[in-house]
């Protein structure tokens, strides 16, 4: 090797400890007080350079399919291939995921635990940061730490999806047991029987994190789980952490009730949302429609928008957010191996079904369609699904040409299948299996992806949830209240709306029929959006989460 390499060789190496130990420096002047860690505070800066410039996608960037070149892909993990490419949108660019990659990788686990005495300073001082750059929720949360606000969170709120009935005087293995065997047996317990809980008979419906205490967690954190149960009515009865059981008004309680709603948050948001909706079916959607549709087959037309971007935002989100020694293993408290498990878990023990069939196996389906029920998330569901479901077998029934044994189909549905480890999405053997097959693809970019994705709401307050915590806390850390605001405001860019005022006319050059379903859709949406309108103004709280004015046409984001 030539002596003016070596030298180039040696001024990098310079001019790389020389930034560090600077930018170290830097961190240590301007960070008052010591609650933004070294981590944080370069993706902080960051975050302000490449993504809160860029702009809102809109119904117009949204483009009927082209030929284009065979998809690549790259593997990311647990058996999943995602494409390296994406023809809507490019995302964050090459350089720049690197640059928050090389911080991920040299940047220190600091998990600091400063924490206000009064949480209003919390907030203040966060907010001097990141006020105006927090972007709304659906909800407002006026008394957030109440009992009444848990109800509502589990049955309208970020949990709704995971309440279910119980039976009375009768141990409950729950489905989480089903998890990988090999996982049991971690560090922070010695069996999971220990927690096999006595069901009262006023308790009917009730959702469970106690799963979680299989993962294991750095020094100091909490271990996430907690069992919530519900009267016929959904008033909380008690919340069982552990074994051990909290009852409303009792000592300890509002530190139960922070217990569980951040275990909540960790579960959905690693579990449901990024495994299932993005990595998984939204993964699966976009490689099957693009990577094996031609461009012009009518069932790519008609899944063209609702897989728009998926490719650019996995891409993007995986190495800054979600891979090892990313922002969400920081703001969790896992280790390394409590972090693969979890990610594992929720890759791996995937449910395929329709939303009235989940609420079926459930046994919520009769709460959902009680008159005056409380569980709006599952009878609001059930119409959004029932709109989604006529307008796919409406396009089916006028194009006429997207049938269950079409070659193309069936290589398309197959492809799902490969996508996903294990392969749980079912084979066609039908037209009804193909008609709920897309209806679920466009429920989960849509309507389910809003249900478990939108977390900012719940981020807001420190005492409302945290996503790492010491036993017995009560509110956020300084840290972990700048931590999770970067999460809420590096997913506040919104991919296409739902509902456009031109119905995604230019989506369907040239094929009258599907534009017509589409405008059919569009009415139904813009009805029940007015309808449920109406509704609330007669609610305590209203409820939004299936508003299709709030919802976007994919999860590319």
């Known amino acids: 090797m030539s002596q003016p390499i070596y030298v180039m060789i040696i001024v990098a190496i310079v001019l790389l400890i020389g930034g560090l130990i600077g930018s170290f420096l830097l961190w240590s002047i301007v960070q008052k007080p010591r609650g933004m860690d070294f981590h944080t505070f370069y993706l902080f800066q960051a ?45 964050l660019k090459q350089w720049q995921i ?19 005495a009064d949480v209003d300073k919390t907030k203040a001082f966060v907010g001097k940061y990141v006020a105006n750059l927090f972007p709304k929720g659906n909800h407002v949360w006026d008394l957030p730490t109440t009992d009444e606000s848990l ?38 317990i010695n069996s999971l029987n220990q927690n096999k809980a006595r069901v009262f008979e006023e308790e009917v419906y009730v959702v469970r994190f106690n799963f979680m205490q299989r993962y294991e967690v750095r020094k100091d954190c909490a271990v996430p789980g907690g069992d919530a149960y519900f009267s016929k009515d959904g008033k909380i009865i008690r919340i069982n952490i552990h074994g051990k059981d909290y009852y409303p008004g009792k000592a300890s309680w509002q530190a139960a009730k922070f217990h569980f709603r951040s275990s909540g948050l ?14 998984l079916v939204g993964n699966a ?40 020694r990313g922002l969400f293993q920081r703001v969790s408290p896992f280790t390394k191996r409590g972090y693969d498990r979890i990610m594992m878990d929720g890759v791996f023990n995937f449910r395929y079904g329709g939303f009235p069939d989940q609420l079926k196996a459930r046994g919520v389906y009769g709460f959902a369609t009680e008159k005056d029920t409380g569980y709006l998330f599952g009878s609001d569901g059930l119409q959004l699904w029932n709109i989604f479901n006529d307008f796919v077998q409406r396009y089916l029934d006028k194009v006429g040409t997207i ?49 478990v994705g939108n977390v900012k709401e719940y981020l807001r307050d420190p005492n409302f949830c ?24 590096m997913t506040s860019v919104r991919t296409p709306p739902l509902l ?58």
């Not at 302000?48 to 702009?55: A, S």
């Not at 640059?99 to 206000?116: A, C, G, K, L, R």
């Not at 049955?155 to 279910?164: I, K, Q």
């Not at 960790?266 to 990595?279: E, Y």
Request: aromatic share 12%; proline share 5%; with cysteine.
């Open 151 to 188: 109800e509502l969170m589990c049955l309208r709120g970020l949990f709704a999806h995971r309440l279910r009935k119980v039976e009375i005087q009768k141990e409950f293995v729950p489905d989480e047991e089903e998890l990988v065997e090999s996982y049991i047996g971690s560090n922070n």
């Open 47 to 91: 975050t302000k350079w490449f993504v809160i410039g860029m702009k809102d996608a809109s119904p117009d960037d949204v483009r009927p399919a082209r030929p284009t070149p065979e998809m690549e892909l790259i593997r990311v993990g647990f058996g999943v291939w995602i494409p390296d490419t994406d023809h809507d949108f490019e995302g």
């Open 466 to 489: 945290a996503t790492r915590w010491r036993p017995g806390d009560v509110s956020a850390s300084v840290q972990n209240s700048f931590q999770t605001s970067l999460i809420a405001i």
């Open 285 to 324: 959607a976009c490689r099957s429609t693009r990577g094996i549709l031609k461009y012009n087959h009518p069932l790519r037309t008609l899944l063209q928008p609702f897989t728009f971007g998926i490719s650019a935002v996995n891409r993007s989100g995986y190495p800054v957010l979600f891979k090892q």
């Open 266 to 279: 960790i579960c959905v948001t690693l579990m449901d949302h990024f495994a299932q909706c993005h990595v």
């Open 500 to 557: 456009d005022k031109n119905c995604y006319a230019h989506m369907f050059e040239g094929e009258e029929k599907g534009k017509q379903v589409m405008e059919r859709l569009q009415k139904d949406l813009r009805q029940f959006s007015d309808d449920m309108v109406e509704r609330n103004k007669f609610l305590d709280f209203a409820f939004n989460t299936f508003n299709p004015t709030n919802l976007e046409i994919s999860v590319a984001i």
């Open 98 to 116: 690197k640059i928050v990659e090389f911080f991920n990788w040299i940047s220190p686990f600091m998990d600091h635990w400063v924490v206000y």
């Open 403 to 451: 049938k269950w044994n079409d070659k193309q189909v069936q290589e398309w549905s197959k492809e799902l299948r490969r996508s996903i480890p294990g392969f749980k999405i079912p084979l066609i053997e039908r037209q009804e299996d193909l008609v709920e097959l897309i209806t679920y693809l466009i429920w989960n970019g849509t309507a389910y992806h809003e249900a």
